[in-house]
């Protein structure tokens, strides 16, 4: 059963047959991103598409393989939280960098 969970010092997570799961899984979105590469006509719509695969495939290894789908809730939150007002200021830096020399 691919879903089976194995106990290691009282804690629980995915057997083997899970890990090989979402490692074909990250497989296929890194094929998917490579095939988009050698597409044409895309436009704008090549960097958020790359984006949303890219994101796609880090939140996969946080949850699973870094094991934060099986410790707790806050854990979660906290890595949550961290990772918007990591990407927000980011982003504010990115527009200010652009439109910056444009505000009076």
Do not use: C
Request: no cysteine; charged share 5%.
């Amino acid at each position: 059963n691919i879903w089976r969970t194995v106990t290691h010092g009282g804690v629980s997570h995915a057997g083997p047959g899970f890990y090989w799961l979402v490692g074909l899984f990250l497989g296929v979105i890194t094929l998917l991103e490579v095939w988009l590469f050698t597409l044409q006509g895309l436009g704008g719509l090549y960097i958020p598409i790359l984006l949303g695969l890219s994101t796609m495939k880090f939140v996969a290894v946080v949850a699973f393989f870094m094991h934060l789908r099986f410790d707790g809730r806050l854990f979660t939150y906290i890595f949550a939280a961290s990772m918007i007002i990591g990407i927000s200021m980011f982003s504010l830096l990115l527009l200010l960098q652009q439109f910056g020399n444009q505000v009076q």
